[in-house]
């Protein structure tokens, strides 16, 4: 059973870059897209990006100045850097998998979630 | 940042029937229909539907979902206290060229 876990700096300051890292085990990342998503406290999911095992990468339009997405697949590992933080970007962050290619496609699998704050 | 439209939230009692909606346009929902997710205070969501609305194994069969032109509804019978959570609805828009989600349902049960 495939199973994700991620880590990363939880507390940030201003204008800092937040590094996340996601690990892929039980499985490998053909046929899928790889996703990072993030939920402010007490607030709904908001979509950031993905990337596939080709490293063909999609971003939300809203956020895709300030984020990269890559994949280490030797490590089993992608990850998430989003610049110029702020306050804003407070919240829960969460790895997550859908299908590649497929029209039914949906987020199945989930990282435990990252608390990043943001604060001077 | 919410794209597709839910009720903030939702009252049953025990054993009763809930029905969920959310609610798009042709370039989300209305296209390729929208998959649902459960979240408990404190975790990850879980997928409940696809969106072709197959159920993953492991999900009770009490949860069904469907659609009709823009708007999906999630139903839920016999309700129990551990389906007291927050219901998520996801598609991906054409048009914006990003995945949506709705701002969530919080479903309480009496």
């Known amino acids: 059973q495939v199973q994700l876990q991620q880590w990363g700096a939880g507390l940030l300051k201003p204008s800092e870059t937040l590094s996340l890292t996601c690990a892929v085990y039980?499985?490998?990342?053909?046929?899928?897209?790889w996703n990072w998503i993030r939920q402010p406290p007490g607030q709904g999911l908001e979509w950031i990006g993905e990337?596939?095992?080709?490293?063909?990468?999609d971003y939300n339009p809203s956020l895709k100045s300030r984020v990269t997405i890559s994949l280490d697949t030797p490590k089993n590992q992608f990850s998430l850097k989003l610049t110029s933080l702020t306050a804003a970007d407070t919240g829960v962050y969460y790895c997550?998998?859908?299908?590649?290619?497929?029209?039914?496609?949906?987020?199945?699998?989930w990282g435990q979630g990252t608390m990043v704050t943001v604060s001077s | 940042q919410a794209g597709l439209t839910q009720p903030p939230s939702v009252s049953k009692g025990l054993r009763q029937t809930a029905t969920l909606t959310c609610t798009g346009n042709?370039?989300?929902?209305?296209?390729?229909?929208a998959a649902w997710l459960q979240q408990h205070q404190g975790h990850p969501p879980k997928l409940l539907f696809y969106?072709?609305?197959d159920r993953p194994s492991g999900i009770s069969e009490r949860f069904s979902a469907s659609r009709s032109g823009n708007t999906a509804s999630l139903t839920i019978t016999g309700l129990q206290p551990e389906d007291e959570a927050d219901y998520y609805c996801s598609s991906w828009d054409s048009s914006l060229i990003t995945w949506v989600f709705g701002g969530g349902t919080k479903l309480t049960v009496l």
């Open positions: 969106r072709n609305n």
């Open positions: 990337i596939s095992h080709s490293e063909t990468t």
């Open positions: 039980g499985g490998s990342f053909s046929g899928y897209f």
């Open positions: 997550a998998r859908h299908e590649l290619g497929s029209d039914s496609a949906a987020f199945d699998i």
């Open positions: 042709s370039n989300n929902v209305g296209n390729l229909g």
